[in-house]
């Protein structure tokens, strides 16, 4: 098994990346954390084979942490700014992922990892892959029809935002358009999938995979900020925490 670690100050991001460990047969998740510091004792100690980092960090950047751990573990970046991408390629990262990570490109990353750490290993079992894919597959290819003004439209799940309600009619924000359709939202709520979808307000339903980060309260989705309702604060931050709570 390779020993994994995840640092990013983000508890969303880390929420993603323990999911994704976990699908992978050869990854054993030794810890999750916010603290760089933590991690970095833990990579001294010889705890952790491979650290998913995060380059933007307040305490220590993820470049400091690279140079400070001088190769004692396998290091994979994860951030949202391309521009460090060289930097890390210097000092002897194994991948560069940008975020919002997606699986496939995740995959590649820890096999790479793989090569080098475990040359004679098997890859992944193609049965535990196909069932990873055939998941992903199936949420791209989901969808809902909604009764708008002058027809019934087909929206595909993958394409949802967020969806707001107002009185007697709810809109949904898609990656391209705003759809308005008489409904309430407990019923759009009980069509949408609980593994991608939450409700976080008595007047907003997120996609957990769009948004982009979290502040107090207040969830960010591109230029949108959505509030976290008390009644749904606890059932929220429970899923975005994880096992990290």
């Known amino acids: 098994m390779i020993r994994c670690l995840v640092v990013d100050d983000e508890p969303l991001a880390l929420n993603i990346l323990e999911d994704y460990i976990s699908k992978m047969p050869f990854l054993q998740l030794v810890k999750a954390t916010t603290n760089p510091i933590e991690a970095l004792t833990l990579v001294q100690d010889g705890s952790a084979d491979l650290v998913f980092l995060d380059v ?5 950047t993820g470049i400091q942490f690279l140079k400070i751990a001088n190769g004692k573990a396998k290091v994979i970046l994860t951030t949202a ?45 193609p049965v535990a892959q196909a069932q990873v894919q055939q998941q992903q597959q199936d949420f791209m290819n989901d969808f809902i029809f909604v009764k708008t003004e002058h027809k019934i439209q087909k929206v595909y799940l993958h394409d949802i935002l967020f969806i707001e309600g107002l009185k007697d009619y709810i809109s949904i924000f898609t990656t391209t358009e705003r759809i308005i359709t008489l409904q309430n939202m407990k019923k759009m709520e009980d069509a949408l999938p609980e593994k991608y979808f939450i409700r976080v307000h008595r007047s907003y339903i997120v996609s957990l995979d769009k948004i982009d980060s979290i502040e107090r309260s207040r969830i960010f989705i591109g230029d949108k900020i959505i509030p976290v309702g008390d ?12 096992k990290n709570v």
Request: glycine fraction near 4%; proline fraction near 6%; hydrophobic fraction near 40%.
């Open 81 to 125: 700014y391309p521009q460090y991408a060289l930097e890390g390629y210097e000092l002897d990262v194994v991948d560069y992922l940008l975020k919002p990570i997606a699986f496939d490109r995740f995959y590649k990353a820890v096999q790479k990892a793989q090569g080098i750490l475990q040359p004679s290993a098997q890859s992944v079992q």
């Open 56 to 60: 933007q960090m307040p305490e220590l």
């Open 231 to 242: 009644t749904y604060r606890d059932d929220f931050f429970r899923i975005i925490d994880g």
